[in-house]
C-alpha cells in the first residue's frame, strides 16, 4: 500500500526527531572541551569499558581481557564491539568517534525505521508502524507521578527499576540487538517463500544474537521455536530450519564464549520487587516492606501473597507506563482469537522476559539481570502502538484527546532523563594531562601496564566537583581504552559481574605500591610480566626507582609513566 504525502511527512519527522533525541545520550561524550574529554550519564564508565574492549576484540578468539591481564575474556558479550574495531579497521575512523558520534546515529535511525516497517507490515496499518516506532523511542516509566508527589520534580525513569527506551543507546549491544530483532521479523514477515541465502542469513541473524546480547538470545531463540512450530504446522518447514541452524550457531559461539555463565544466575524470586519497594532510592514503601517481614515471621501467608501481589503490580504499571493500554488489544485479540503467527514470537519472547527477572538475580551484580526485562517493554510497544492505531480509527473528536492524553503521560521521563546529557560541565572528564600521557603510552611498545587501585573514596575525601576526573569518578578501563595496552587491574565493576577472582590481585598491587622489600616488588612485576607503571600526582610508589629496576619515561606534571627495565 503506497503511503500518502501526509503519512510519509510525518513519518520523516517522527524518524528525525526520534533519532536526535535517542542520540543525544550519546554525541556528546568522549569530545573535547576546555577541561578535558568529558563524559555524560554512564559513558563515564560503560563507554570506556566498550572502547577498551574494541582495542583487543581482534586479538584473538577469545580475545585477551583488556582490564584483567593473563585472562581471555569470557562471560561476556562482544559481537558489538566486535563489529565496531572491524568498522575502526576499515574505516580509519577512531573508535571513540565510531562509538559515541556515529554508531548512535545509524542504530537510532535503524530503530525507528525497522520499528515502522515491522509494524506496518505485521497489521498492514501506517499508524501501527507508526506508533511502535513512537514507543520504541519515547516511551517512559509512570516514575515522575512518583517524583512530582514528592519532589515536586519530574524524573525517576529507573525509580520501578528498569530503563526506558530513551536510554536504548547509552547499553548499545542491547540497541544492536533490538535492531537485529527488528530486522529479523521484518524477514519473517515479508518472505513468503524463503530461498536459500534467506535461510543462512536468518540464521546467522538469529544465531549470533546471543553473543551481541546473551538476554536476547535467551528470550528470542525460544520464541523462534515456538513460532517454527506453528509455521510447521502448515507445512512451512524454512522456519524449523532456520531455528535448529541458529541454535547451532548460538550454542557454538556462547559456550565457547562463556564457559561458566549459567553458573552467574541466582534463583532469587521477586528480588527487584521486594528491593525496590525497600531501597530509598527507588520506589520505596517502607510500610509495604515492614508488612511483608511481619506477615512472613507471623506465617500470614493469605495477606502475604496479597502484599506481593501489590509489589508485582507496582513493578509491572510502574515501568509499564502507558504501555499498559496494550493489554486492550491483548485482551481483545485472546477472547476473538485472532493471533497472528508472528505475534506467539512477541506473546513467548515477553513472557521469557518476564519472568527471567522476576526469579533470577546475577551473582555478583543482583540488578543485571533487569535487562532481561528491557525486551518484555519492547514486546509491550506492539500491542500499545496496536491499542493506538485503533484509537486512531475512531470516528468522533476524542480519538484526539485520547491521543494527547496517552502522548502526555508517556514522555515526561524521556525529557527528564534527557537533560542529564544535556547539562554541562559533565560528570566525568579526562583531563588534557592525562590524554597527553595516555597517547604517549599508545605510542610506546606493546605491553601490560599497572595501574594505581582504584579508591571509591577518593572524590568524597577531596570533594571534588563536576566533571570529576575520570580515575576519582568510577572504576573504569580509561586506562586501557586510551593506551589500547592490556592493564594488570582495572574496571573491576565489569570484573565483578564477569564473575572473574580480583580481589587477591588487588590486594597484591596494594602491597606493591606500599611494601619496603625491593625483592618482593621487583619479583612482583617480573612474575606479572609489568612492562608499564602509569601514576598520576599524589599516587606514589613507596621504593625508588633504582630499587624497583624501572625508568621515568613520561612527566608532565599531571601523570608519570616508568617503563621496567
Known amino acids: 500500500m503506497e503511503l500518502s504525502l501526509r503519512h510519509k511527512i510525518i513519518f520523516i519527522f517522527l524518524i528525525l526527531f526520534g533519532t536526535l533525541i535517542?542520540?543525544?545520550?550519546?554525541?556528546?561524550?568522549?569530545?573535547?572541551?576546555?577541561?578535558?574529554?568529558?563524559?555524560?550519564?554512564?559513558?563515564?564508565?560503560?563507554?570506556?569499558?566498550?572502547?577498551?574492549?574494541?582495542?583487543?576484540?581482534?586479538?584473538?578468539?577469545?580475545?585477551?581481557?583488556?582490564?584483567?591481564?593473563?585472562?581471555?575474556?569470557?562471560?561476556?558479550?562482544?559481537?558489538?564491539?566486535?563489529?565496531?574495531?572491524?568498522?575502526?579497521?576499515?574505516?580509519?575512523?577512531?573508535?571513540?568517534?565510531?562509538?559515541?558520534?556515529?554508531?548512535?546515529?545509524?542504530?537510532?535511525?535503524?530503530?525507528?525505521?525497522?520499528?515502522?516497517?515491522?509494524?506496518?507490515?505485521?497489521?498492514?496499518?501506517?499508524?501501527?508502524?507508526?506508533?511502535?516506532?513512537?514507543?520504541?523511542?519515547?516511551?517512559?516509566?509512570?516514575?515522575?507521578?512518583?517524583?512530582?508527589?514528592?519532589?515536586?520534580?519530574?524524573?525517576?525513569?529507573?525509580?520501578?527499576?528498569?530503563?526506558?527506551?530513551?536510554?536504548?543507546?547509552?547499553?548499545?549491544?542491547?540497541?544492536?540487538?533490538?535492531?537485529?530483532i527488528l530486522l529479523g521479523f521484518y524477514f519473517l514477515l515479508t518472505i513468503k517463500k524463503f530461498k536459500i541465502w534467506q535461510i543462512i542469513f536468518l540464521s546467522f541473524l538469529f544465531g549470533l544474537l546471543i553473543n551481541i546480547k546473551a538476554y536476547a538470545g535467551i528470550v528470542v531463540l525460544p520464541a523462534l521455536f515456538i513460532y517454527s512450530l506453528l509455521k510447521l504446522a502448515k507445512k512451512e518447514k524454512a522456519v524449523m530450519i532456520i531455528f535448529f541452524f541458529a541454535s547451532f550457531i548460538s550454542l557454538i559461539t556462547f559456550l565457547s564464549l562463556n564457559k561458566n555463565a549459567g553458573s552467574l544466575l541466582v534463583f532469587e524470586p521477586f528480588w527487584f520487587i521486594h528491593s525496590m519497594i525497600e531501597s530509598p532510592d527507588r520506589l520505596f514503601i517502607p510500610r509495604l516492606a515492614l508488612s511483608r517481614y511481619a506477615l512472613i515471621a507471623g506465617g500470614g501467608y493469605k495477606k502475604l501473597l496479597l502484599v506481593e501481589t501489590a509489589g508485582l503490580l507496582f513493578f509491572l504499571l510502574g515501568n509499564l507506563g502507558t504501555r499498559i493500554i496494550g493489554l486492550w488489544s491483548l485482551i481483545k485479540k485472546n477472547i476473538k482469537g485472532k493471533f497472528e503467527d508472528i505475534e506467539m514470537f512477541f506473546l513467548v519472547g515477553g513472557g521469557i522476559s518476564l519472568i527471567m527477572p522476576l526469579l533470577f538475580v546475577q551473582k555478583g551484580t543482583s540488578w543485571n539481570t533487569i535487562q532481561f526485562f528491557y525486551y518484555f517493554l519492547f514486546f509491550a510497544n506492539f500491542y500499545a502502538a496496536l491499542t493506538l492505531s485503533e484509537i486512531v480509527k475512531f470516528r468522533s473528536k476524542i480519538r484526539y484527546f485520547l491521543l494527547f492524553l496517552v502522548i502526555t503521560f508517556t514522555v515526561p521521563t524521556t525529557f527528564s532523563t534527557l537533560k542529564q546529557y544535556l547539562g554541562f560541565?559533565?560528570?566525568?572528564a579526562i583531563p588534557y594531562g592525562e590524554l597527553e600521557a595516555l597517547k604517549f603510552l599508545q605510542e610506546k611498545p606493546k605491553g601490560l601496564v599497572l595501574t594505581f587501585p582504584y579508591s571509591s573514596s577518593l572524590k568524597f575525601e577531596k570533594r571534588m566537583t563536576p566533571p570529576i576526573p575520570i580515575y576519582a569518578y568510577e572504576t573504569t578501563a580509561y586506562v586501557s581504552a586510551f593506551s589500547q595496552k592490556q592493564t594488570f587491574l582495572e574496571d573491576e565493576m565489569n570484573l565483578e559481574i564477569s564473575g572473574y577472582k580480583f580481589e587477591e590481585r588487588r590486594k597484591e598491587i596494594e602491597k606493591f605500591f606500599s611494601i619496603d622489600d625491593k625483592e618482593w616488588a621487583r619479583s612482583f612485576l617480573s612474575s606479572n610480566k609489568i612492562n608499564y607503571i602509569y601514576l598520576l600526582r599524589g599516587q606514589k610508589i613507596n621504593l625508588g626507582e633504582n630499587d624497583l629496576g624501572i625508568k621515568l619515561i613520561f612527566d608532565n606534571g599531571t601523570a608519570r609513566i616508568y617503563q621496567v627495565l
Do not use: C
Open 425 to 428: 560541565p559533565p560528570p566525568a
Open 22 to 180: 535517542l542520540s543525544l545520550t550519546m554525541v556528546r561524550s568522549g569530545l573535547l572541551y576546555p577541561f578535558g574529554m568529558g563524559f555524560w550519564g554512564p559513558n563515564g564508565h560503560d563507554g570506556i569499558w566498550h572502547l577498551a574492549l574494541i582495542n583487543q576484540v581482534l586479538r584473538g578468539f577469545p580475545p585477551p581481557h583488556p582490564t584483567f591481564s593473563g585472562e581471555f575474556l569470557v562471560n561476556y558479550h562482544y559481537f558489538f564491539d566486535l563489529l565496531v574495531a572491524i568498522l575502526q579497521k576499515i574505516t580509519f575512523i577512531p573508535a571513540s568517534n565510531l562509538y559515541f558520534q556515529i554508531l548512535p546515529v545509524i542504530l537510532s535511525f535503524s530503530l525507528g525505521f525497522l520499528s515502522f516497517l515491522v509494524g506496518y507490515h505485521w497489521t498492514k496499518n501506517f499508524w501501527t508502524g507508526f506508533w511502535v516506532a513512537f514507543f520504541n523511542y519515547f516511551a517512559g516509566s509512570f516514575g515522575y507521578f512518583v517524583t512530582l508527589w514528592r519532589n515536586r520534580e519530574i524524573g525517576g525513569e529507573s525509580l520501578f527499576w528498569s530503563m526506558q527506551s530513551i536510554s536504548t543507546l547509552i547499553n548499545p549491544p542491547f540497541a544492536l540487538s533490538l535492531v537485529v
